[in-house]
C-alpha cells in the first residue's frame, strides 16, 4: 500500500526530510481512551477528510487535565504520501505545547520544519490541501480542549521540549567564514530551527551583531520583548540550536 501511494505522486518534488518522514513515520499509530483515563490525562480524537474522497486523516492527543499540554500525538492517515509526513510533522511539534500553541500552527510552519534549504518550499504547492487537512483537524482536537485550563503564566513562546531540530555537528570551517557569510548561515539556521516555533506565538528574534566569532547580539519583536522566556527557555533553545548547527561555542546574546 505504501509504495503505491508513493508512486501516485512525483516523488522528486519532496524534500528529502518529506521523503524520510514517508518513509519512516515517527509517530504514526493511536491511543486507547481507557488506558489513558486510568492515567488521568485525556485521549482526544480528531478527524479530517473522508476516505471515499480519496485523503483522510486522524490525530490522537493525549492532553494533560491540569494545563492543557500536549503529552503525546499520533496519527493515522489514508490517501496522498504528503498527507503522512504533514501529520507526522505536526504530531512531533505539537507534543510539548498547549492545545493553543498547537492550533496556531500553519501551513507555513509545517513546510519550513521540513525544508531542506530555508527558501526552498518541502510540500509542493499540489499538496497544500493535504497539510490543510491536517490543520483542521488539529483544530478539532483543540476545541475539545477548550474547557481544560491554561496557565495563568501561558505567554512563553513554544519551543521544543525534544531533541528536534537541535542535533548537528556544526557548520563546517565556521572560524574561517567571512562575517556575511557567517551572518548568513545564522539567519538559515534561525529560519529553519527558531523561527517557525516563536512566531506560534507572534514572536520574532532578528540577528543584531557578531562578536569574536561566536558572540551573537539578538534582538527581539513581537511578544517576545515582553516575555520572561526571552531570557530563559527561548534563549536557552536558541543558543542549544546554533552550538548544534553552527558552532559549538556560540553565546547567544540578548539586547533588552
Known amino acids: 500500500m505504501l509504495n503505491q501511494l ?6 522528486y518534488k519532496y524534500s528529502k526530510k518529506i521523503a524520510s518522514r514517508i518513509e519512516s513515520p515517527r509517530c504514526a499509530g493511536s491511543f ?3 488506558s489513558s483515563e486510568a492515567r488521568g490525562v485525556r485521549h482526544i480524537v480528531a478527524e479530517a477528510g473522508d476516505a471515499e474522497d480519496g485523503n483522510k486523516v486522524r490525530l490522537d492527543w493525549i492532553v494533560d487535565r491540569e494545563d492543557g499540554i500536549i503529552v503525546d500525538a499520533r496519527f493515522s492517515a489514508f490517501g496522498q504520501t504528503a498527507l503522512i509526513a504533514a501529520a507526522d510533522a505536526a504530531c512531533e511539534v505539537s507534543v510539548g505545547k498547549n492545545y493553543d500553541q498547537a492550533r496556531r500552527l500553519t501551513a507555513d510552519h509545517i513546510d519550513k520544519l521540513l525544508r531542506d534549504r530555508g527558501e526552498q518550499a518541502a510540500f509542493p504547492k499540489e499538496t497544500l490541501p493535504h497539510v490543510l487537512l491536517v490543520l483542521e483537524a488539529i483544530e478539532e482536537c483543540a476545541d475539545q480542549c477548550l474547557d481544560i485550563p491554561l ?3 501561558y505567554a512563553a513562546p513554544p519551543v521544543p521540549t525534544d531533541k528536534l531540530a537541535i542535533e548537528g555537528e556544526g557548520y563546517p570551517g565556521w572560524l574561517e567564514l ?5 551572518v548568513a548561515v ?7 530551527d527558531v523561527r517557525p516555533y516563536i512566531s506560534l506565538d507572534a514572536g520574532g528574534v532578528h540577528v543584531l551583531n557578531l562578536l569574536e566569532n561566536t558572540r551573537l547580539i539578538v ?3 513581537g511578544t517576545c520583548t515582553s516575555c520572561y522566556s526571552s531570557v530563559g527557555t527561548t534563549l536557552s533553545y536558541i543558543q542549544q540550536v546554533l552550538r548544534a548547527k553552527v558552532h559549538p561555542d556560540i553565546v547567544v ?3 533588552l
Open 6 to 11: 508513493i508512486e501516485s505522486f512525483t516523488w
Open 151 to 153: 496557565p495563568s503564566s
Open 219 to 221: 534582538g527581539y519583536s
Open 178 to 182: 567571512p562575517y556575511q557569510k557567517k
Open 32 to 34: 486507547d481512551t481507557a
Open 253 to 255: 546574546i540578548p539586547d
Open 186 to 192: 545564522i539567519e538559515q539556521v534561525l529560519d529553519e
